[in-house]
Structures are given as structure tokens and as C-alpha cells.
């Protein structure tokens, strides 16, 4: 087959020449695994530097030996005593209703009449309407006994220490003493 181009002073390429292209020189031996190695160092660099910052961020990392470290003994859990659940009529109460429904306090005050509470109730509205649970509030520890009576006559647990109804007094006055029941919506009056 012929050539279709004329020959002319590029076609002629010495023999001795190693250079391909006009400015190319010839690879050298192992360029391409020392590229590798470079990648894969950097690689494994950049791996450890994010796992000691992502333990370094959640703070989970102990490098104390643990194994040579005795067990703590964990104390076991003591019952708080509580006062024995009383009926004292004379105590001051206010139920509160915290819930949209209308005459929950009055049905509370029915049921705490039947349980021999019969003085001193007064029935009221809580300044929420949306108490999930209902709990009985006392204000001073002489009261956790009738607290807990409380509870016991209208089904309720939950029984706490608090100041948060305290009737406010002058000045030089004695602080009244009140027990107050929130009642929430997981109250069922008892017929």
C-alpha cells in the first residue's frame, strides 16, 4: 500500500532517540507503585485523623488501663421512710382542676367527703388545663401523713413536697398550711 503523504525532514526519527512526542520523556521504573504508596499513605493518615477527632468529639475514649482497676461496689437502693397515710378533716385542702373538664372538683370533694374529709375543701380551677397526672402538693413535712391520705382517697401516687401553693401571709405572720391536689387527666372519680 502506498503512503498517502509525501515524506519529508519530520518523518525521519533517529534510532537512538528515547523521547516520544516533542517533549515527552520515557516513564521511569516504579513511578506508578511510588504513586500508589503516596495514596495509600495519605489515605491511611487522613482515616486516623478522623477517627481520633470523632473520639476526641464524643468523648468516649479512655486510654487508662481499666483491667488492673477493682470493681466500686454500687450501694444498694434505701426506702425513704413515709409517713403512714391519716385522715385529718381539720387540714385545710384545695382541689384544683387541670383539666378542661367541668365539675372534675366538685366529684373530687364528693369522694374525699366519703373518705371522712369533710372540712376545710375548697374547689378551684388550675391555672393550666392540660396536667396529665394528678398529684397531692403539701407544704411542710408534719403534713406528709394527711398527704398521703390524701392520695389514698382519691386513688392518686403521686405525693411531693412543696411550696408552689403556698398561700402567701404578711410579714411576721405563721406560713397557712395547706394540702392542694392538681388534679390532671389521668383522674377517674370514683362513684
Known amino acids: 500500500m502506498a503512503d498517502r503523504y509525501a515524506k519529508d525532514r519530520f518523518d525521519d ?3 537512538d532517540l528515547k523521547r516520544v512526542g516533542a517533549h ?3 516513564p521511569k521504573p516504579g513511578r506508578r507503585w ?5 495514596a ?4 491511611i493518615v487522613l482515616v ?3 477517627i481520633l477527632g470523632l473520639f476526641a468529639l464524643s468523648d468516649n475514649v479512655n486510654f487508662a488501663d481499666t483491667s488492673t482497676t477493682p470493681a466500686t461496689a454500687v ?3 434505701t426506702e425513704t421512710p413515709t409517713a403512714e397515710p391519716t385522715i385529718d378533716p381539720e387540714s385545710m385542702v384545695t382541689v384544683l382542676n387541670g383539666t378542661a373538664t367541668k365539675g372534675l372538683a366538685t366529684r373530687a370533694i364528693q369522694q374525699l367527703n366519703a373518705a371522712g374529709w369533710t372540712q376545710n375543701i375548697t374547689p378551684g380551677n388550675a391555672s393550666a388545663k392540660d396536667v396529665e397526672s394528678t398529684a397531692v402538693y403539701y407544704e411542710d413535712a408534719s403534713q406528709e401523713g ?5 392520695a389514698e382517697a382519691l386513688g392518686v401516687a403521686d ?3 412543696s411550696t408552689q401553693f403556698q398561700i402567701p401571709v404578711a410579714e411576721g405572720e405563721e406560713p397557712i398550711l395547706q394540702l392542694t391536689v392538681v388534679l390532671g387527666a389521668d383522674f377517674v372519680p370514683q362513684e
Open 24 to 26: 515527552r520523556a520515557p
Open 75 to 77: 450501694p444498694e437502693p
Open 40 to 43: 495509600a499513605l495519605t489515605t
Open 48 to 50: 486516623a485523623i478522623g
Open 13 to 15: 526519527i533517529p534510532e
Open 159 to 161: 405525693v411531693q413536697l
Open 146 to 150: 394527711a398527704a398521703r391520705g390524701l
Open 34 to 38: 511510588i504513586i500508589f504508596l503516596w
